[in-house]
């Protein structure tokens, strides 16, 4: 990482920690310089609703904003970040017997 970007890493860190809000080009310049994952959390016909992840000062935070899906929408940032941690879960799904059952044909298929 450059000096410029180190430098604008700290700035960034310092003012999040102060309580500091930071502005929308600061939030737009955060998400392209430090994002470590994205999620689409809701997706309208006009905008999504996304959450990104980034890693400042080896701390991670999500700012979660809308971004604009046509040339008229823009992005919005109403959301300062927050910090987060990352926690694994193991999820169970019901699916219908039928979806079961076509697995299984499958596996023998490939059996051949």
């Known amino acids: ?3 410029e970007l180190k430098d604008f890493e700290q700035e960034i860190y310092k003012k999040i920690i102060a309580g500091e809000e930071l502005s929308d ?5 955060v998400i392209d310089c ?3 994952d994205e999620e689409v959390t809701d997706k309208n016909r006009w905008d999504e609703d996304v959450q990104t992840i980034v890693r400042l000062n ?3 935070y999500a700012i979660d904003w809308r971004r604009g899906l046509t040339e ?3 992005n ?3 959301n300062q970040p927050y910090e987060v941690l990352k926690r694994t879960k193991t999820v169970t799904d019901w699916v ?3 979806w079961e059952q076509n697995e299984d044909d499958e596996d ?3 059996d051949y």
Not at 25 to 29: A, G, K, S, V
């Open 1 to 3: 990482m450059n000096d």
């Open 72 to 74: 008229n929408q823009d």
């Open 96 to 98: 219908p017997v039928s």
């Open 34 to 36: 430090f994002e470590v």
């Open 108 to 110: 023998e298929d490939e």
């Open 76 to 78: 919005s940032f109403g």
């Open 58 to 60: 080896d701390k991670y």
């Open 25 to 29: 080009d600061e939030l737009r310049e």
